[in-house]
């Protein structure tokens, strides 16, 4: 019998449109949530709405309401695992009208993974008062989910693609707020991903070979990686539940 693993639960919270679907999605379908042939069918019924970019949205707004909308409206749980965890993956509306199921997903979580756009305005419009980017994370720390990811997204859609300096910018602003809400920036990975392309969701992007890495510092330990699974890894479990059960290891 293989060594049990520890069960964790993790929410995706973030403005509208951030990509936070289409992010999940993909690391669900990496990770062997879901397969091949499930995510050709999402692609052919994106298509046929004309929404193909959205194919990795659609393993997770399953509602025919939100596919047409393009936005999240239910709460919806998958499940994969990494070399050292078995994760329940949280994807929570962005939407304003839906701020009460996202309080319910973020009040189960052991870690939140905010994402950011980094498009031009995308993040603006998220980080502004009206945005859900301060809303999300406030709620996540007020309701007990104290560790946090970063995920700063569509790094491919910058000006230029790919913007160290945009990036940088992000994380700044992104560090001066959260410390205001009660986080530590320093314990928080902030990963520059692209949750379309895939750049630094398993595998370091050769598109930015600028970022060394994300590093975290805490009391009793600390963690570094690239890409945002292993940001996953380098969670702390205080209530895990230990399982044992086969299923595809994502690595």
């Known amino acids: 019998m293989g060594k049990e693993k520890l069960h964790i639960n993790i929410v995706v919270i973030g403005h509208v449109d951030s990509g936070k679907s289409t992010t999940t999605g993909h690391l669900i379908y990496k990770c062997g949530g879901i397969d091949k042939r499930t995510i050709e069918k999402f692609e052919k019924e994106a298509a046929e709405m004309g929404k193909g970019s959205f194919k990795y949205a659609w393993v997770l707004d399953k509602l ?123 314990t928080v990975a902030f990963v520059p991903i692209s949750g379309w392309n895939g750049d630094n969701m398993l595998e370091a992007s050769p598109n930015m070979t600028w970022f060394k890495g994300w590093k975290i510092t805490r009391k009793d330990g600390s963690a570094s990686g690239t890409t945002l699974l292993e940001a996953l890894d380098a969670i702390q479990v205080v209530y895990g539940i230990l399982r044992d059960k086969n299923s595809q290891v994502c690595k």
């Open 64 to 186: 025919k309401a939100e596919r047409e909308r393009g936005i999240t409206i239910d709460i919806s749980l998958w499940k994969f695992e990494t070399s050292k965890y078995y994760v329940t993956i949280i994807d929570a509306p962005g939407h304003r009208d839906f701020i009460k199921n996202m309080i319910t997903g973020t009040s189960q979580a052991d870690c939140a993974v905010l994402i950011v756009a980094a498009g031009v305005g995308e993040f603006e419009a998220g980080i502004s008062k009206n945005g859900q980017t301060r809303e999300h994370a406030l709620l996540a720390y007020t309701l007990g989910v104290k560790q946090l990811i970063v995920g700063v997204n569509k790094m491919d859609s910058t000006e230029p693609n790919y913007s160290q300096k945009r990036y940088e910018e992000i994380v700044k602003e992104v560090s001066t707020y959260i410390k205001k809400i009660g986080y530590n920036p320093d």
